[in-house]
């Protein structure tokens, strides 16, 4: 068995991944890079050249996981693509979303040909489906064993669908962590491993160099965010809360709905629009399929209002207000982004932001800056008084660091390959691992580097 890094090594990025067991090929994810363009937002397809390429295995559907599937279909095009039933709805709905967005950024620019909404229906048409903990059997035209390369999903606990993958063949065995959350969310149980051990584990590090201390759990940031909210209530004001249309969006509205179902808050307007929303649905389709912390919630029962309709009135938001929108990371000419502007001039009122933001995003800008100091979004926006509250919460959808090193301690991996992390993350884990289980091989994941699983 070999494994073989296409794109989202010693990034999170563009996560793409190839494995090759007796001349069967199977990708791992097939991502684009959010914040970068053209053929550079791609994985290294052409280190598949001359490599078969029997099936792609979609851990997820977030955008770094799963936007340039269409791509490497275009260029294989009966790839056997299979996922979670709950991963292939999703993508049915953010695939049509990228392709819209791709059409636009790319209309004038011949680095990438975007793909099409009927190239996504075809392609979602072919994708096949698989339950958490069944096996399914990978056997490519040329593959030279009698034993079929066996693959399993596992609830990887980080957005609905998401999913770990087992591979194994003749003895040998790979689990690839994809996204993966040990804890708890509002929705989201957390990660369930199959049995150990494995030969080697592919190990996200997204929290790799981010102390324990600063993650608080989900019931405490939960706890927090009350406090807050009802500190701007009390002053008038209303809240915006950016967040991704997948994951976080269904998640906080579950929480927002927690707290003014208990009194904790109170019963304030809250406010909802777009792909998030459709996203809802299919989470609320698969509440009962799935392992949830409350199969009752149902998200599109919660009484919420849209965002649009306010915008197209010409009024603004009657204070006090939740505003829920996209995107997470205040990207420009999304919703979070043309609200957080007009939030900024809001006295009294607060926008809490909840996730990790990227230094190349506005929402990195953001939470750096405080009520009375000025913030300039981005460089062609002149810089603005800050004249509302800026308060991040940590409300994570992925393993602390100590969380990831419970995997290797219960998988028992002979090598640990580590991927999804900047520099700084990798090498706290690589050192973490190798303190507590000197015997394991540690690799750094490189894009065209193969690693032997022997
Ligand atoms: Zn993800």
């Given at each position: 068995m070999k494994f073989l890094p296409l794109g989202g090594a010693g990034d999170i990025g563009a996560s793409c991944y190839y494995v090759e067991a007796a001349h069967t090929g199977i990708v791992l994810d097939c991502g684009m890079h959010p914040r970068k363009t053209g053929a550079?937002?791609?994985?290294?397809?052409?280190?598949?050249?001359?490599r078969p390429v029997d099936a792609v295995l979609i851990t997820h559907a977030h955008q770094d996981h799963l936007d340039a599937l269409p791509f490497l279909v275009q260029t294989a095009p009966h790839v056997r693509i299979v996922t979670t039933p709950q991963t292939r709805a999703l993508a049915e709905l953010t695939l049509h979303n990228a392709a819209g967005i791709l059409q636009e950024q790319y209309?004038?620019?011949?680095t990438i040909t975007p793909y099409t909404h009927q190239e996504i229906d075809l392609l979602v048409q072919s994708m096949e489906w698989r339950s958490y903990n069944d096996t399914f059997d990978i056997a490519g035209y040329r593959h030279q064993s009698p034993e079929p390369v066996r693959a399993s999903f596992h609830d990887a606990?980080?957005?609905?669908g998401s999913a770990s993958v087992l591979l194994r063949h003749e003895g040998r065995s790979l689990f690839f962590t994809g996204d993966i959350s040990v804890g708890k969310q509002r929705l989201l149980i957390g990660a369930s491993l199959p049995p150990g051990p494995v030969d080697a584990l592919v190990l996200?590090?997204?929290?790799?160099?981010?102390?324990?201390?600063t993650l608080p759990s989900w019931s405490q940031e939960t706890k927090r965010l009350a406090k807050e909210a009802n500190a701007v209530f009390g002053r008038g004001g209303s809240v915006l809360i950016p967040v991704f249309a997948l994951g976080k969006m269904q998640e906080m509205l579950a929480t927002v709905f927690g707290l003014i179902n208990k009194g904790a808050i109170p019963d304030v307007p809250v406010f909802t629009a777009g792909l998030g929303k459709k996203i809802c649905m299919v989470y609320d389709k698969n509440r009962y399929a799935v392992p949830v912390?409350?199969?009752?919630?149902?998200l599109l029962q919660l009484p919420q209002q849209n965002i649009f309709d306010v915008q197209r009135s010409g009024d603004f938001f009657q204070a006090p207000c939740i505003v829920l929108a996209a995107s997470g990371m205040v990207v420009e000419g999304t919703t979070s982004f043309g609200l957080t502007k007009r939030w900024l001039?809001?006295?009294?009122s607060a926008i809490f932001t909840v996730g990790y933001m990227d230094p190349s995003t506005p929402g990195y800008t953001l939470i750096a800056a405080r009520r009375g100091g000025t913030i300039?979004?981005?460089?062609?926006l002149a810089p603005q008084t800050v004249e509302c509250d800026i308060i991040p919460f940590r409300f994570s959808a992925h393993s602390r660091r100590e969380e990831l090193l419970s995997i290797v301690d219960a998988l028992r991996p002979n090598r640990v390959i580590l991927v999804h992390g900047d520099e700084a993350a990798i090498n706290w884990m690589g050192s973490a691992v190798l303190d507590a289980f000197p015997a394991t091989k540690v690799h750094i994941a490189e894009i065209g580097k193969e690693i032997e699983i022997s």
């Open positions: 550079e937002a791609l994985p290294r397809f052409d280190l598949l050249t001359g209309a004038d620019d011949p606990g980080h957005i609905l996200e590090c997204t929290h790799g160099a981010t102390d324990s201390q912390a409350d199969s009752e919630v149902e001039s809001q006295k009294g300039q979004l981005t460089q062609t």
